[in-house]
């Protein structure tokens, strides 16, 4: 499968940049324009995947990602932030290629929340989510990503970073004012989550990620999957 091209890399990091400074340009209907503007990085991706002429055969290794990344969360949910599923996520992006890790990433939220309980914050997961395996997948011929403490790195950030996507749905949504000093105390009070799942990440990447990338490599090579 073809990787992303350019122009729709270039939308999508646009779009989250504006999405991080959205208080900045505008102090009222935060949740809905933050929503659209969720929804609008989501389509050229969803629509440029569709128009991609992919085999049933690799819809189902997606989807089996996908099911398995959605899965795993359940029985971690009494443990806060502690999950394989950010993991499964990026493996499969870096074998699969950024398209198909920003599909399995968006379909583990909306599945596993099948599970957990859907709400405001299920868009942000599936922003969250597929931006890691769309950035995974990018990553993926880089020297980062063939070595699995490039990767440990890699995961540690993106816990950081999905605990701070996460954290300003609540932002745009409960907070009824804007006002930096509540927001600098929510992510302040966050921190402990989010060190929680980047050091999760970690330990599942520098445990299972050579033996995972060498099982969907396998898959890959054997059934033809995903070629360019």
């Not at 440029?48 to 002429?53: F, G, I, P, R």
């Not at 009824?176 to 050091?199: G, K, Q």
Request: glycine letters at 8%; hydrophobic letters at 55%; aromatic letters at 16%.
């Amino acid at each position: 499968m073809a990787r992303s091209k350019p122009i729709l890399i270039v939308v999508a990091f646009l779009i989250s940049v504006i999405l991080v400074g959205f208080p900045l340009f505008n102090t009222e209907h935060f949740m809905v324009l933050s929503l659209l503007i969720m929804v609008a990085s989501f389509l050229p991706f969803m629509i440029h995947y569709s128009k991609k002429k992919v085999r049933s055969r690799e819809l189902v290794v997606v989807a089996i990602l996908a099911a398995i990344a959605a899965v795993s969360r359940v029985p971690f949910a009494s443990i806060p932030s502690v999950q394989p599923t950010t993991f499964v996520i990026i493996m499969a992006a870096i074998v699969l290629g950024p398209q198909s890790g920003f599909v399995v990433g968006t379909l583990a939220a909306i599945v596993s929340n099948l599970f957990l309980g859907h709400g405001p914050w299920t868009p942000w997961q599936m922003y969250a989510w597929g931006m890691i395996g769309l950035t995974a997948g990018l990553l993926g011929n880089t020297r980062m990503m063939h070595s699995k403490f490039g990767r440990c790195v890699y995961g540690f950030l993106v816990g950081i970073a999905f605990g701070w996507i996460m954290n300003l749905w609540f932002v745009f949504g409960v907070i009824e004012e804007f006002n930096w000093t509540e927001v600098i105390l929510y992510y302040s009070s966050s921190l402990y989550f989010d060190l929680t799942h980047a050091i999760c990440n970690v330990l599942f990447l520098w445990v299972f990620s050579n033996s995972w990338i060498r099982i969907i490599e396998r898959f890959k090579v054997k059934y033809g999957l995903f070629e360019t």
